[in-house]
């Protein structure tokens, strides 16, 4: 007889644990995800708190390290990237971002937008040019979708790319973007005379320059960068031959957000466990805190947030890997699992009390970096429109 429940109940569950996560993974899924939490623990946890106060983060020499481990497009095929599924480079992401966000963002920009818009849409020259430098981590790459004034209508924007000869002139200015002042190589979406098109800029092209983002309360172990495109003159080459109109710059979005619907959970789940460990020792009225129905409400109902956005992000990672995943499928899971995370690094927060406003401790590290969270890679309203267009059919976004 196949027995289906197992009797004894077993005490001081982590969160995950809870809901047989890891019976649902393959070996290689459950060693990328051992391996990845090992390397944030011991070389990158001890120094978060500080990259967030002072608002740095090591790119170059993280890069590098990143590279080593083959996280750097990592679910991307050839040119020297790892190959793996869609749910092991999930699984990744969320091991960095229970570090901090600020590390899954340094990787899904040079992994799912930088390299994912060459490996995609670039020409063999580009590919070959620039993939296997940046999956080593030799160099890096950021993303410039986002204006000033075009931040959720990305298809308004007003940098433009004209032909002078065989050469393109690129002139305009993108705003917050991750990686700006450490990247060697942007991908960069311009109006031309046949609507929106990608460039791969060389940052040393002249014309071209960054300047940081500073005073950000949020996703501060991360580089925001402004990038002004004066006049940059690129030969014919630089364009990406095979993205024509927003489908290419959004198709790469798809990669990201996917990648964030995992990683948020990472961020969720160090709060919680963050959480239900000071509980176990912080005495108040004469008694563990943990001891108290009222805080283990707040413990049990983030469990299940966290255990539901994780079985929502394994079923869109199974779709990703077999028949395909919809961008409304994504939009259901970056919705969901970033609102959810949220919250969660907010509700732990409060079980600190005071202690909970340092950055001792991590919940609300997490919990302001989420917020960065919720508004890229699409706001929750955009993935709420989605959401709303795929059920009705009615588009409300203008
Ligand atoms: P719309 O008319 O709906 O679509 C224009 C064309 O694009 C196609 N399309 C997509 N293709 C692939 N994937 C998707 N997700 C797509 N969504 C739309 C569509 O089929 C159409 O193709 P075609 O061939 O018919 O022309 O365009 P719209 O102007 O109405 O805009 C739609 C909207 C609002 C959903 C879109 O603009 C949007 O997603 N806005 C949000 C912008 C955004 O997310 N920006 C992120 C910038 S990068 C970033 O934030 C990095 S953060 C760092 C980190 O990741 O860690
Ligand atoms: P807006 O578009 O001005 O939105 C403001 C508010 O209006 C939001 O609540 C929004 O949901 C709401 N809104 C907009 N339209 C509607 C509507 N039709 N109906 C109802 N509500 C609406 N971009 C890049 O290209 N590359 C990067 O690497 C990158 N990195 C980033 C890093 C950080 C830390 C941050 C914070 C942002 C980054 N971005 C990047 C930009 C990010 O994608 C944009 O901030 C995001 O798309 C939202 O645009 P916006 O800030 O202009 O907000």
């Known amino acids: 007889m196949t027995t289906t429940t197992t009797p004894a109940a077993s005490t001081n569950l982590r969160p ?9 993974l393959d070996e290689d899924e459950r060693d990328i995800a051992a391996t990845v939490r090992r390397f944030v623990d011991t070389r990158l946890r001890p120094n978060l708190a500080e990259w967030f106060e002072k608002g740095e983060l090591p790119g170059r020499e993280l890069a590098k390290e990143f590279g080593d481990l083959g996280l750097l497009g990592m679910h991307l095929q050839g040119y020297g990237c790892a190959g793996t599924n869609a749910v092991s480079y999930g699984l990744a992401c969320m091991e960095l971002e229970a570090g901090d966000s600020g590390l899954r963002s340094f990787v899904s920009v040079q992994g799912s937008l ?22 080593s981590g030799d160099a890096i790459g950021c993303f410039g979708l986002t204006e000033a004034d075009f931040g959720s209508n990305p298809g308004g924007m007003r940098t433009t790319a004209r032909r002078d000869g065989s050469d393109w002139i690129l002139s305009g200015t993108k705003m917050w973007i991750t990686n700006g002042n450490l990247a060697d190589v942007a991908t960069v979406w311009a109006q031309t005379d046949e609507g929106i098109r990608g460039f791969v800029v060389p940052t040393d092209t002249p014309g071209f320059s960054a300047n940081v983002i500073h005073k950000k309360l949020s996703l501060r172990a991360s580089v925001t960068s402004e990038l002004v495109l004066d006049n940059v003159r690129l030969p014919a080459s630089a364009q990406l031959p095979e993205a024509v109109g927003l489908r290419g710059p959004l198709s790469c979005l798809n990669e990201a957000r996917f990648g964030i619907v995992f990683g948020a959970l990472g961020a969720a789940r160090d709060s919680l466990e963050a959480a239900i460990d000071y509980a176990g020792v912080r005495e108040v009225f004469d008694r563990p805190l943990s001891s108290y129905q009222l805080t283990q409400e707040k413990l049990a109902d983030m469990t299940l947030e966290l255990g539901k956005g994780m079985l929502l992000a394994l079923q869109l990672g199974r779709l990703k890997d077999t028949s395909g995943v919809t961008p409304d499928q994504i939009s259901l899971g970056k919705l969901n699992n970033v609102r959810e995370a949220l919250a969660i690094a907010r509700e732990s927060r409060t079980i600190m009390g005071a202690s909970g406003i340092t950055l001792e401790y991590s919940p609300l590290r997490h919990a302001n970096n989420l917020e960065s969270v919720l508004t890229y890679e699409g706001t929750s309203e955009m993935h709420m429109l989605s959401i709303g267009r795929a059920l009705t059919g009615q588009s409300a976004f203008r």
Not at 16 to 24: H, S, V
Not at 114 to 135: C, N, V
């Open 16 to 24: 995950l644990e809870m809901f047989g996560i890891d019976n649902l």
């Open 114 to 135: 930088s390299m994912f818009s060459i490996h995609r849409w670039g020409s063999e020259e580009q590919k070959q040019e620039w993939l296997p430098r940046l999956a």
